[in-house]
């Protein structure tokens, strides 16, 4: 088994491929994303692994990346709850 470079899962590689290419990928897909510039990270809500760009590495002031704009939302929510009442979503 080895692990794909791109998403980390692991898989069979079969003997010819590895004499083709020192780098594992899974699929077609994650070989083409893995040669990109960027870097997987980890949703800070999820911990889903992203790819994300170096552009939009560099361009993150918060050093945490989302999957989504949900991931995010739920983040900015929990960052800025101000009170604790466990009833704050009534009314
Ligand atoms: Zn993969
Ligand atoms: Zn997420």
Redesign the pocket.
């Given at each position: 088994m080895v692990t794909c470079e791109f998403c980390n899962k692991e898989f069979k590689k079969k003997d010819s491929q590895i004499n083709l290419s020192s780098r594992n990928f899974c699929s077609k897909s994650c070989c083409q994303q893995g040669n990109k510039k960027g870097k997987i990270v980890e949703?800070f809500?999820?911990k889903?692994n992203i790819y994300k760009s170096l552009k939009d590495i560099n361009s993150s002031k918060s050093k945490n990346y989302?999957?989504?704009r949900i991931?995010s939302s739920v983040w900015i929510g929990k960052e800025h709850r101000g009170s604790n009442h466990p009833n704050w979503t009534t009314g």
């Amino acid at each position: 088994m080895v692990t794909c470079e791109f998403c980390n899962k692991e898989f069979k590689k079969k003997d010819s491929q590895i004499n083709l290419s020192s780098r594992n990928f899974c699929s077609k897909s994650c070989c083409q994303q893995g040669n990109k510039k960027g870097k997987i990270v980890e949703c800070f809500t999820c911990k889903t692994n992203i790819y994300k760009s170096l552009k939009d590495i560099n361009s993150s002031k918060s050093k945490n990346y989302f999957c989504s704009r949900i991931c995010s939302s739920v983040w900015i929510g929990k960052e800025h709850r101000g009170s604790n009442h466990p009833n704050w979503t009534t009314g």
